[in-house]
């Protein structure tokens, strides 16, 4: 199918009826990328993309999944639409061990499709394959969100959506978790995630947009993007400084 995967125009959104948190956002993913969205502290990252995910009230613009208008589609049915959600936190079932995790998120499968799918997971995350039996609560950080990303990844989505998946990691589990992504999107999965971590993001991501009050401020390519005097002021609050012996 040609046209982007998903394609966002001018939305507006919130959780309260005429406050806004995001102000007319507007972006595009296409098929086989990573897309990246940044902003500082307060700029709106997370309500954009859980009102791109049907958890909160939109009340302008559109939201298009393979041309298909989910604006106004509940969040318990986006995985049917192909939209796979991981938010940040309480994305799996931590009393609950590894493979009831993944049996719980493929009950909207035939149980012979659903194994089949589980066993997929577990030969592209060995790590979990190892503590099928472990109660997910038990894992390390990163573990935990690999569980998260192949619970999203049981049903096949289109579009993988993410909310700060390096939050609360070590440095270590933060390289795991990307390079994990990177892993997945080579696979053919598209991707669209919100990260505060602008570097490790960046490193995987082929596009990028900065979300300052709501709005996308600034977009490009995510190789570019980290020494963008743009992203600096943007993003970091630095304005960009004129060349030494150059007018003030």
């Not at 579009?159 to 700060?164: A, F, I, N, P």
């Amino acid at each position: 199918m040609s046209g982007p995967v998903l394609q966002v125009r001018d939305l507006v959104a919130g959780y309260e009826p005429g406050v806004p948190i995001v102000r007319g956002a507007s972006i595009r993913v296409e098929r086989g990328e990573i897309v990246v969205v940044l902003g500082p502290n307060g700029a709106g990252k997370s309500s954009f993309i859980k009102a791109i995910a049907g958890l909160v009230p939109v009340s302008g613009g559109q939201v298009l999944l393979e041309g298909q208008d989910i604006t106004a589609v509940p969040a318990h049915r986006m995985v049917g639409m192909g939209l796979a959600f991981v938010p940040q936190t309480e994305n799996i079932f931590p009393l609950m061990s590894v493979e009831d995790n993944l049996r719980t998120a493929g009950d909207i499968l035939e149980p012979k499709e659903a194994a089949r799918r589980i066993a997929r997971m577990y030969d592209t995350f060995p790590d979990l394959k190892a503590f099928r039996r472990t109660g997910a609560g038990n894992l390390s950080g990163g573990q935990r969100q690999m569980l998260a990303v192949a619970r999203a990844l049981i049903v096949e989505p289109k579009l993988l959506v993410l909310d700060e998946p390096s939050a609360g990691l070590s440095p270590k589990f933060v390289a795991m978790v990307f390079s994990m992504l990177s892993d997945i999107r080579k696979a053919g999965l598209t991707i669209l995630l919100v990260e505060q971590n602008a570097r490790a993001a960046l490193a995987i991501g082929d596009r990028a947009y900065v979300l300052v009050e709501g709005k996308d401020a600034h977009e490009g390519v995510a190789s570019d993007l980290w020494s963008d005097p743009v992203v600096a002021e943007l993003y970091l609050g630095q304005r960009p400084q004129p060349p030494k012996g150059g007018a003030a």
